[in-house]
Nanobody
């Protein structure tokens, strides 16, 4: 079974920073664009950031300028550096691998999530 393992969540004060990590099996990582999603309490899951296999990035407007997604292809790990955190950033953050298993098939793998709480 494919498992993505997130880490780095925790409690931080408003204005603070946190870095999330997501370890991914190498066979999956090398074939995958990687993304972070988040789900605030009582709300739907939303996309936050994307990094392609080639390193191109995209961000949701809500996190643009504050969050940075990156990947280490030697460690098979994707990161989400979160700065200037605000209470509305609170939620469970999920790592997502958008894996191209073949030329015609893409599947998604998910981590179990890591909780980020921003206090105020």
């Amino acid at each position: 079974q494919v498992q993505l393992v997130e880490s780095g969540g925790g409690l931080v004060q408003a204005g603070g920073s946190l870095r999330l990590s997501c370890a991914t099996p190498g066979s999956i990582f090398k074939l995958s664009d990687m993304a972070w999603y988040r789900q605030a309490p009582g709300e739907q899951r939303e996309w936050a950031a994307l990094i392609t296999r080639g390193g191109s990035t995209n961000y949701a407007d809500s996190v643009k300028g504050r969050f940075t997604i990156s990947r280490d292809n030697d460690k098979n790990t994707v990161y989400l550096q979160m700065n200037s955190l605000q209470p509305e950033d609170t939620g469970v953050y999920y790592c997502n691998a958008k894996t191209k298993e073949s030329l015609i098939r893409r599947v998604d793998y998910w981590g179990k999530g890591t909780l980020v709480t921003v206090s105020s």
